[in-house]
C-alpha cells in the first residue's frame, strides 16, 4: 500500500473517531454519497456524508451543531441557527487541529447572507447583528440581487413565501 494511502486511511480513521465525539446521544446517522447536510431534531436523524475528508467532516460537524444547538423548536431566526452551526464546526474543526478550507467558510458566509435576505423578504422585524456582521454587507447586497433575478422584484400575490405556485 502507498504511503499516500496510509496517510490517507489514517486522516480518515481520525475524522471518523472525532465525527462520533460529537454526535449527539440518541441520534441516528444516515450517510449521504454528497457533501450535503441535513438534521432532523425530532426524529434524531442526522443525514450527512461518511466524515472521512475535512470537508465531509465540516458538514457532518455542522449537523451536529444543529442538534446540540437548536432544540428550541424553531424560536431562533433561520439566518442564526446557520452562523452558530457555522461557527460551532469550525470550532470543533480547530479543536482537533483540522483546517478548515477558506472555501467553506465562503461558502458558509453566501449562505448565511441568502437566509438574511430570505428573512428580509419574509417580513423579519430584525435580523442579528452577529449574522450580518459574520455574512458581510458585500455578501448581502450580492444575495439581494440574487435573489431579485430567481424570485424577481416583489412577491407572487398567490404564495405566501414569496415563490409562485406550480402549475396543477
Known sequence: MSAHRTAARTAAAKFEAIARHYLPRGYTIEYRKGLSGRHYGRRMLI????????????????????AHLHADNGRTPRHVEEMEAVQWAYAKMQKHGIPVPPSIVEREQRYVAWKIVQAERRGAKRIDDRAREF???????????????????SRHPNAANGRPKRPS
Open 47 to 66: 443525514k450527512a456524508p461518511r466524515p472521512v475528508t475535512a470537508r465531509a467532516l465540516y458538514v457532518f460537524l455542522h449537523e451536529c451543531a444543529h
Open 135 to 153: 455574512a458581510g454587507d458585500d455578501q448581502i447586497s450580492k444575495m439581494r440581487l440574487k435573489y431579485e433575478k430567481v424570485l424577481g422584484k
